[in-house]
């Protein structure tokens, strides 16, 4: 595990949803995130007064638990379309250059 924020993604097929873990390591210690009751909400009123966020970071902490998150879900298998229509590209054009490979050496 690397140090700062870890995020952990994986699918859980007992219930078939996901499973995420929020990990903090500093040195060799590693702490990790009570898990967060998405049952307690309360209303939101944004004209009387803005609500404390739920998740909050400070300096470099917002930006790499942010990245090691987008991490966690790609490794996990949810990708952003732009992502998945870029992969079908490549695969497009890997599929043609082995076909262009085919007709050039076809006859040596």
Do not use: C
């Not at 700062?4 to 949803?17: C, L």
């Not at 909050?56 to 917002?62: E, I, L, M, P, W």
Request: charged letters at 30%; glycine letters at 6%; proline letters at 5%.
């Amino acid at each position: 595990m690397k140090e700062g924020w870890n995020v952990i993604v994986r699918y859980d097929e007992r219930f078939a949803g996901v499973n995420v873990w929020l990990i903090h390591k500093r040195g060799s210690e590693e702490t990790v995130v009570l898990p967060i009751d998405l049952t307690l909400t309360m209303s939101l009123e944004p004209s009387i007064e803005i609500p404390e966020p739920t998740l909050r970071f400070h300096g470099n902490d917002a930006r790499q638990f942010l990245q090691d998150l987008a991490e966690g879900l790609v490794d996990a298998g949810f990708k952003p379309d732009e992502l998945k229509v870029a992969n079908e590209r490549v695969k497009a054009i890997e599929y043609h250059l082995e076909d262009m490979r085919r007709l050039v050496f076809k006859g040596n």
